[in-house]
């Protein structure tokens, strides 16, 4: 039998506010342990917790960029269980009345475009961080990400496939990462993803029992572990067993989805309107206000870049995946008005020096600037393309300029006839068997001779004035 696999995906983002979503504590990370604490986010008695109104605001920028409906009225709830890194033991989060629903964003895969759905976004306080003893049976809690605001998307369970779900995250992360709301870093935990999936026969309308997967933290743990767990079931199905709806964890070493429990219910928590917070009221001008500071999002950019610059949807959707990476490439294209030369320099090049090093395109050792100058320098026959690379990698070590580079270590193209006719004919008279062989019909030789007229002046001569002296002299 053929079956389906129905994918919702949760998504929680911490937000880029200096303080927590109730109190005045630091959200910043990395600090020690329980330094970033105070007696509202560690629960004791008798404080009150007061809304951060960044975080509403941020939150209603997420809202406006994947087309939701922003209530004008929404209300905070106590979200009731017991674990060690909950101090107050309930979680301040929105139940019946999130403050957000009903938005959808499009996703591109394989050129093909897929609306998905978002049912709801609310905002909601961070649990604190348990840290095991790799030998001993104990556990450290660290309480300073408690407190730290939170905002989840819940998407509807549109996706269909593993690389649906890390293509519509990707562009979640892209979206936040627009507005300046969540650095989406996932190693850190600042973007977080749990996963709910059940498989059906295909042609089907009925939803088959689902298990919410955990522990991933990297687009490709996602696809992995959801990979996994759709053949699982459909295995489990086939050979006459039923899907338990429980809680899974995904095993990066291993490969696979373990149990971890029995998959809660919302009765279970008990979820009640908090006492100790009103009713959070949004009027229409602030969100029109929100509404006007708005960056231009992915989705947008891509489209002008394809229309406006003419480059394939691959560079566009590639170079609008982070702000900061479109702004560069734009950068270059004002000092260079050559967008697809621009375009394979920016993906090949610079992003491969970047991913050496581990840097973000912020970090990059060659301004949008350098880059143009290097790029005209190629476009007037200074230099070579070969040569550029050598010149770009010498920029980025030391962050000199290419016309710098270039006269230290005589590295400008030779573009002399006369002097490239003298070459080809030492090279010529020192390999007088392969022009035999060339004229007696092998013209695959003809790339040999190329390559040792370019090795003879060190990659100086002009390839495209050797190609037509070459073919002249033979």
């Known amino acids: 039998m053929t079956y389906e696999a129905i994918i919702g995906l949760e998504v929680h983002a911490q937000l880029l506010t200096r303080t927590k979503i109730f109190c005045g504590c630091s959200t910043e990370f990395g600090a020690p342990p329980n330094t970033h604490t105070c ?6 008695p008798g404080v009150l917790p007061v809304l951060n109104r960044k975080v509403v605001e941020y939150t209603i920028r997420m809202a406006l960029a994947t087309n939701c409906t922003i209530a004008s009225e929404s209300r ?10 909950l101090p107050k033991g309930y979680q301040i989060s929105q139940y019946e009345l999130p403050i957000a629903e009903h938005g959808y964003i499009h996703i591109q895969l394989n050129g093909h475009p897929r609306r998905i759905g978002i049912t709801r976004i609310h905002m909601e306080e961070d649990a604190g961080k348990l840290i095991h003893d790799p030998h001993r049976p104990v556990s450290a809690v660290d309480f300073n990400r408690t407190g730290v605001p939170l905002i989840e998307i819940v998407s509807e369970p549109d996706i269909r496939t593993p690389e649906e779900a890390g293509a519509y995250l990707r562009h979640l992360r892209a979206i936040l990462r627009y507005l300046e709301i969540c650095d989406g870093n996932m190693e850190e935990g600042s973007f977080r993803c749990d996963a709910n999936v059940s498989v059906r026969p295909a042609g089907t309308n009925t939803f088959g029992t689902r298990t919410e997967l955990k522990n991933m933290n990297s687009f490709k743990h996602v696809e992995n572990a959801l990979a996994y767990e759709i053949r699982r079931q459909e295995a489990l199905i086939e050979d006459g067993g039923e899907v338990v709806q429980e809680t899974r964890l995904w095993d990066p070493d291993e490969g696979v989805t373990v149990s971890m429990r029995g998959k809660e219910e919302a009765h279970d928590y008990r979820y009640f309107p908090d006492p100790d917070l009103l ?16 960056p231009e999002l992915p989705e947008a950019k891509r489209a002008r870049f394809i229309e406006t610059y003419g480059i394939p949807p691959y560079d566009a959707q590639l170079l609008t995946s982070s702000r900061a990476l479109g702004d560069y490439f734009e950068a270059c294209v004002k000092h260079f008005p050559e967008p697809k030369t621009v375009s394979n320099w920016v993906m090949g090049s610079l992003l491969a020096r970047l991913k ?12 949008p600037e350098r880059m143009a100058e290097l790029l005209r320098l190629i476009d007037s026959g200074v230099i070579s393309g070969k040569i550029a690379k050598t010149v770009f990698e010498e920029m980025a070590s030391s962050g000199n300029a290419p016309e710098t580079i270039i006269r230290e270590k005589g590295l400008v193209q030779i573009t002399d006839p006369d002097a490239i006719v003298e070459v080809v004919k030492q090279v010529l008279t020192e390999y007088t068997k392969e022009v035999s062989d060339y004229k007696a019909g092998k013209t695959k030789l003809f790339r040999f001779f190329v390559g040792q007229v370019m090795k003879a002046t060190r990659g100086k001569a002009n390839p495209k004035m050797v190609n037509e002296i070459l073919r002249k002299m033979l």
């Not at 007696?39 to 004791?44: A, D």
């Not at 905070?76 to 890194?85: E, V």
């Not at 090093?357 to 060659?366: D, G, L, M, R």
């Open 39 to 44: 007696p509202v986010c560690l629960g004791m």
């Open 76 to 85: 905070f709830a106590r979200k009731n269980y017991f674990y060690p890194d």
């Open 279 to 294: 009713p959070l009221v949004i009027d229409e001008e602030l969100v029109e206000q929100i509404r006007s500071t708005l």
């Open 356 to 367: 050496a090093e581990n840097k973000t395109i912020e970090q990059s050792p060659v301004s």
